[in-house]
């Protein structure tokens, strides 16, 4: 595997002690050049167009000016090409490199999880069932460039570059060359995420925290004006993990301890929660929203009080 030559040792699998990997070059040369070389990345705007499996193309009117824009590439691995998002500078060179980067994101992501699933006593292959990237497996991981540009003025009625949020899904591997990110601790004091060169930041997401009933924390994390401001740009990559539409998000920990945790719910019935309330509707079959498993309707309500607006 290119990536991983770890930095510090830790669980005896992944070797992750903490949320940083060392990358080799070729990782780091893809991930940089392709950022910085990204011709198509639209200017400055309130529109953001969303790289969504389901949806064919989604073009989402933001409420109000984000500062920042972005692509993503979601999808299972191999299917990229097919894809009716990419734009005609994608060609096959470009589509077979992203591909690649993403299939070796895929790879750290088991091994981080399996020693997730080892620390909670669960078969070390457990998300590895789950969070296969098999074709027809929707929707697959999503690895999303952004760009925070410069601007001649900080923009009236700004949200923050990027407004504290939790990541949806399982984990997340943040890669990036410049500084501004912070993370929120359990006081709920701001931290800055230092910029380890060669490192990769990972992230919990609510899905593991919900998963795992609570076990595990999601990781809220913004980036503000005060950390990037407007005559500096910031470029990172964030890869998205998430499992398979079919995957029973039933608690993981043991025994049930009420007759809500019994009942059933999928990763898509998840998903279509999650888009519904980011965005609303886009879905063409979401004129009625479904019924809200309960358990997911309690933990969203719980975040509610925690959570800062959710812009993506
Ligand atoms: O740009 C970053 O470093 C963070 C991006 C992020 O948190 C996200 O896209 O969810
Ligand atoms: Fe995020």
């Known amino acids: 595997m290119v990536l991983a030559a770890p930095v510090r040792r830790g669980c005896s699998h992944c070797r992750?002690?903490?949320?940083?990997?060392?990358?080799?070059?070729?990782?780091?040369?893809?991930?940089?050049?392709?950022?910085?070389?990204?011709?198509?990345?639209?200017?400055?705007?309130?529109?953001?167009?969303?790289?969504?499996?389901?949806?064919?193309?989604?073009?989402?009117?933001?409420?109000?000016?984000?500062?920042?824009?972005?692509?993503?590439?979601?999808?299972?691995?191999?299917?990229?090409?097919?894809?009716?998002?990419?734009?005609?500078?994608?060609?096959s060179v470009k589509i077979a490199e992203i591909e690649a980067f993403k299939a070796q994101c895929s790879d750290l992501t088991l091994r981080l999880l399996s020693c997730f699933a080892e620390h909670m006593d669960l078969p070390r292959t457990f998300f590895e069932t789950s969070h296969k990237q098999d074709a027809g497996l929707l929707p697959g991981n999503a690895l999303k460039f952004m760009k925070y540009p410069t601007l001649s003025e900080k923009p009236e009625n700004a949200l923050e570059r990027l407004s504290a949020h939790t990541d949806w899904g399982t984990l997340t591997l943040l890669f990036t060359e410049s500084p501004g990110l912070e993370i929120r601790g359990p006081n709920n004091e701001w931290h800055d995420v230092p910029v380890v060169p060669g490192g990769i930041v990972v992230n919990i997401g609510d899905l593991l925290e919900f998963w795992s009933g609570g076990l595990l924390k999601s990781t809220m994390h913004r980036i503000s004006w005060e950390k990037v401001p407007i005559e500096q740009d910031r470029y990172s990559m964030p890869y998205f993990a998430q499992p398979s539409f079919d995957t029973d998000l039933r608690p993981l920990t043991g025994t049930l301890k009420s007759d809500l945790e019994a009942e059933s719910l999928t990763y898509e019935e998840y998903y279509h929660t999650r888009i519904r309330l980011t965005w609303g509707n886009v879905l063409d079959d979401e004129e009625k929203p479904a019924k809200m498993n309960r358990r997911l309707a309690k933990y969203l309500d719980l975040r509610k009080n925690t959570a800062g607006e959710h812009v993506k």
Request: charged share 15%; hydrophobic share 35%; aromatic share 8%.
């Open 16 to 91: 992750a002690s903490s949320s940083t990997y060392q990358k080799t070059s070729s990782a780091r040369n893809l991930s940089m050049s392709s950022v910085l070389d990204m011709t198509t990345i639209r200017p400055t705007g309130e529109t953001h167009f969303v790289s969504n499996p389901v949806n064919k193309q989604a073009k989402v009117q933001t409420r109000r000016f984000a500062a920042s824009e972005g692509m993503a590439f979601g999808l299972p691995a191999g299917q990229l090409a097919q894809s009716s998002n990419m734009h005609d500078w994608w060609d």
